[in-house]
């Protein structure tokens, strides 16, 4: 007996648990139990093959796309916000790039986030490595920690004048709270702290990218004519 896929509506044998045009997973229907079980059996172990990932491939596909994306998603880029979207797209590709990869070229939204998790690792580190590298050159060696220094005051000013603004806090807290902040150590830790939510962000939108581009790959893979 044959049946049509619903994503593709090729043709698709019924013994078949993938298309072998799309790889969407198809539903099997039996009439005898025995029948009935094993073939149930098959689609289980069809959708776990479709959830997991192999970590192999997709550890090369994710590398391939963090490292460029973790440069322009940094401090030294000076992107901005563009980062997150460079980030979330370079997972979106990782992902593409494995399924093409793969056999049957499907996977789940939930196994497409943990490849874009990984990418999302992966561009994190190399943007704050990035990130730091370029202020140790620029304080080190480059002699620049005056400019540094009156940039992160201007910057901690800015978000003192905010604060009062807001009402939130009291003009003792806050002139203290400055103080501290002006200090080596209060200066160092406030970079790190910077960095860190930096990457944490790039690290939530490769997430996204992935799932999105699992989902992508689901709905744009067609027959080849």
């Not at 298309?19 to 079980?37: E, M, N, R, W």
């Not at 497409?112 to 190399?126: H, K």
Request: hydrophobic share 50%.
């Amino acid at each position: 007996m044959e049946i049509s896929c619903s994503r593709c509506h090729q043709t698709v044998q019924a013994e078949n648990c993938y298309c072998p045009v799309c790889g969407l997973p198809q539903l099997i229907y039996a009439t005898d139990g025995a029948s009935g079980q094993a073939q149930q059996e098959r689609w289980n172990e069809a959708t776990r093959d479709a959830s997991s990932v192999d970590w192999k491939p997709a550890l090369r596909a994710a590398l391939m796309m963090a490292i460029p994306a973790g440069v322009l998603s940094s401090e030294a880029s000076q992107a901005g916000h563009l980062g997150l979207i460079w980030m979330a797209t370079a997972a979106g590709l990782a992902v593409m790039l494995y399924v093409r990869s793969q056999r049957p070229a499907w996977i789940t939204l939930g196994a497409g986030a943990r490849i874009g998790l990984v990418t999302g690792l992966m561009g994190g580190w190399v943007a704050v490595a990035v990130g730091s590298g370029q202020l140790f050159v620029q304080r080190v060696l480059l002699h620049q920690s005056s400019q540094m220094d009156a940039a992160w005051k201007d910057a901690v000013e800015a978000s003192q004048q905010l604060t009062m603004q807001m009402g939130l806090g009291d003009a003792a807290q806050l002139q203290a709270q400055k103080a501290w902040m002006l200090t080596p150590w209060g200066q160092a830790g406030g970079i790190t702290f910077n960095l860190i939510i930096s990457a944490l962000f790039l690290i939530l939108f490769a997430v996204t990218g992935g799932a999105l581009g699992a989902r992508l790959m689901a709905r744009t893979r067609r027959p080849e004519v």
